[in-house]
C-alpha cells in the first residue's frame, strides 16, 4: 500500500465499498487508513447511490443525527441548506429510510474522529454526468476553505465471475485514478459495468479536482468471491484516494 500523505493536508477524498463488512470491509479499510490522515476536519460527506428508488433525484437531511452502534453524528444543517439553496438537492428522509450505501461508512468515520464532526449525507438516484456536474459544483462552493472528508461510496461490477469482473472494474479503476469523468462515464457504458455508485463517485471525482486533488490512486481491488469463495457470481469492490501530487 502506498503510504499515507503527510498530516498538514487540508482534505481527503477515497473511494470506498458498501457491502457487507466481512466482504467489503477490508477494502474500504484502506480507503479509511488515508482518511486517518487528515486530522480534525470540520465536515464529513458521503455521496452514495439511491438503490431503492425512493425519494428526490438527490437528496440530502435538514438535520438531526444519524446513529450508529458507535454513537450519533450530527447532521451538518448549515451545509444541507446551503446544497439545497444550490437548486441540486431536495431535503428528503425517504430517500436515505431503507438505504445502506451511506451509513455502512459512517462507523469507519466514527472510529477515526468519533461523533465530533458533522455530516453532510448525499443520497444520488439520478446519476447521469449532468447531475454529478451540478452537484459537485455546489459541494465546491459548500467546502472551499474547509477541513474536508470526502467519501465516495459504491461497489463495482455485480453477479458476474470474478474474471470478467475485474475485467470490467479494472478499466474503470484506470479511468478514477485519471480523474477522467468523461472516460469515466464512456468505459462505465462500453463495457457495462454494473457499479451501483457510478454518479457517487463522478461527483467525488468533479469535487476533488476542482479543489485541487489531482490524480487518484488504486490501493484495494477486491471481490466477494475472495471471502465466500464463490467466484462464478461476485461483486467487485475498489478502495482509491485522490492526491495532490
Known amino acids: 500500500m502506498p503510504p499515507a500523505p503527510p498530516r498538514d493536508t487540508k482534505m481527503v477524498a477515497v473511494l470506498a465499498p458498501h457491502a457487507g463488512y466481512e466482504y467489503s470491509g477490508p477494502v474500504a479499510a484502506h480507503s479509511y487508513l488515508h482518511v486517518s490522515s487528515l486530522r480534525d476536519p470540520d465536515i464529513l460527506v458521503v455521496v452514495a447511490p439511491n438503490h431503492y428508488g425512493i425519494g428526490s433525484g438527490v437528496a440530502t437531511y435538514r438535520e438531526g443525527y444519524w446513529e450508529t452502534p458507535l454513537g450519533r453524528l450530527r447532521v451538518d444543517s448549515q451545509a444541507s441548506k446551503a446544497l439545497v439553496e444550490a437548486g441540486v438537492a431536495s431535503f428528503d428522509h425517504d430517500a436515505h429510510r431503507l438505504e445502506h450505501s451511506l451509513e455502512v461508512q459512517l462507523p469507519f468515520l466514527q472510529r477515526i ?121 461476485v461483486v467487485g469492490y475498489g478502495s482509491a484516494r485522490f492526491v495532490s501530487q
Open 113 to 233: 474522529y468519533g461523533d465530533k464532526v458533522p455530516l453532510l449525507p448525499v443520497s444520488l438516484l439520478f446519476q447521469d454526468s449532468e447531475t454529478t456536474e451540478a452537484v459537485a459544483d455546489a459541494l465546491v462552493e459548500i467546502l472551499r476553505g474547509r477541513r474536508a472528508v470526502l467519501v465516495a461510496s459504491s461497489d463495482l461490477t455485480h453477479y458476474e465471475p470474478a474474471e470478467v469482473a475485474k475485467a470490467k472494474d479494472l478499466p474503470l479503476l484506470d479511468k478514477v485514478t485519471k480523474m477522467d469523468v468523461d472516460g469515466f462515464y464512456s468505459t462505465l457504458e462500453r463495457l457495462q459495468v454494473t457499479a451501483c455508485g457510478y454518479g457517487a463517485i463522478a461527483t467525488v471525482m468533479r469535487t476533488a479536482s476542482s479543489l485541487g486533488l489531482r490524480h487518484g490512486e488504486l490501493l484495494k481491488y477486491a471481490n466477494s468471491g475472495d471471502t465466500s469463495g464463490d467466484n462464478l457470481q
